[in-house]
Antibody, heavy 122, light 110 residues
């Protein structure tokens, strides 16, 4: 069971970036998925989550209106489109799988990727 | 979506027990059974150790236990070992498909 994130890098303030997460070893389309980040020297922060069928999504207040989560179950992939990036968005971004199957989300994450680093700087 | 409140640090000697508290509100910690805990050693990925307040994923030793009283959740680690040294985070469902984490607690094994 693996999650592999990609798409991080150096981005100027106000810029955009799309993160990707490819899943393997489990039925991706059976599980809700989440993005969680950790800024350097700081704690974990939940960023966004999506239901298995994309019908429900939500965002942390600090990214609402700037970030969009979406998934392509046919490609076993989760994405995070990040626009209007701010210096405070600098962080390691993790993709994580929900424990619960289907509509029984547990809102707990049992599989994590290694993360992809996003640095927002001029 | 205010962060849950955890102590910045706790410590204990090998073999002892420590408890980490996580304070929230009746919207998050007190609002549902979707309370979880994560262990994060430095430079490693987070590991789920408790979900649904008290449940342990397969492979997590029973030295780790979770509980809740009102709007405060707690994680107890008994029989402390050196490799328990890590940051610990609580997390709770905040409604409307959102989650909120605590600020994290650094556990030092003396």
């Amino acid at each position: 069971v693996h999650l592999v994130e990609s798409g991080g890098g150096l981005v100027p303030p106000g810029g955009s970036r799309r993160l990707s997460c490819v899943a393997s070893g489990f039925s991706f389309d059976d599980f809700a998925m989440h993005w969680v980040r950790q800024a350097p020297g700081k704690g974990l922060e939940w960023v966004s989550g999506t239901k298995w069928n994309s019908r429900v999504k939500d965002y942390a207040d600090f990214v609402k209106g700037r970030f969009t989560i979406f998934r392509d179950n046919a490609k076993n992939s989760l994405y995070l489109q990040m626009n209007s990036l701010e210096i405070e968005d600098t962080a390691l971004y993790y993709c994580a799988k929900d424990v619960g199957l289907g509509n029984d989300e547990k809102f707990a994450m049992d599989v994590w990727g290694l993360g992809t680093m996003v640095t927002v700087s001029s | 979506q205010s962060a849950l409140t955890q102590p910045r640090s706790v410590s204990g000697s090998p073999g002892q027990s420590v408890t980490i508290y996580c304070a929230g509100t009746d919207v998050d910690i007190g609002g549902s059974d979707r309370v979880s805990w994560y262990q994060k050693p430095p430079d490693k990925d987070p590991k789920l150790i408790i979900f649904d307040v008290t449940k342990r994923p397969s492979g997590v030793p029973d030295r780790f236990s979770g509980s809740r009283s009102g709007n405060t959740a707690s994680l107890t680690i008994s029989g402390l070992q050196g490799d328990d040294e890590a940051d610990y985070y609580c997390c709770a469902y905040g409604g409307s498909f959102s989650l909120v984490f605590g600020g994290g607690t650094k556990l030092t094994v003396l």
